[in-house]
């Protein structure tokens, strides 16, 4: 099994930045692909990036396309999600997870209908106007 913990959460004003880290641990040469999804108060939870674990290959949702970045330290099994120009509607609880396949079980994971290996506990990012 892999485990993910994730750290970095906080409250940002509007235009600000964060970056999120995603620690893996346990079987975590099974990985093929990490991801970040959120949930906002009220909405289902939906993807916001994925990358490879051994490769170059990254996805965005068209909502934070050009402001976050998703990148990984294979070394330290950690995967961040760099978060700039931040906005109110970015505010969420943010989780990492990981498959050991393909990944289109990431970008078409929607709330809770996601048959993905493994999942954080979540870090809120609050941005406030």
């Known amino acids: 099994q892999v485990q993910l913990v994730e750290s970095g959460g906080g409250l940002v004003q509007a235009g600000g930045s964060l970056r999120l880290s995603c620690a893996a641990s346990?079987?975590?040469?099974?990985?093929?692909?990490m991801g970040w999804f959120r949930q906002a108060p009220g909405k289902e939870r939906e993807f916001v990036a994925a990358?490879?674990?051994?490769?170059?290959?990254?996805n965005y949702a068209d909502s934070v396309q050009g402001r976050f970045t998703i990148s990984r330290d294979n070394a330290k099994n950690t995967a961040y999600l760099q978060m700039n120009n931040l906005k109110p509607d970015d505010t969420a609880v943010y989780y990492c997870?990981?498959?050991?396949?393909?990944?289109?079980?990431?970008?078409?994971?929607?709330?809770?209908?996601?048959?993905?290996?493994?999942w954080g506990q979540g870090t809120l990012v609050t941005v406030s106007s």
């Open positions: 990358l490879s674990w051994g490769g170059r290959f990254t």
């Open positions: 997870a990981a498959t050991s396949g393909p990944v289109s079980l990431l970008t078409s994971c929607t709330g809770d209908r996601c048959a993905l290996d493994a």
């Open positions: 346990g079987r975590t040469f099974s990985i093929n692909f």
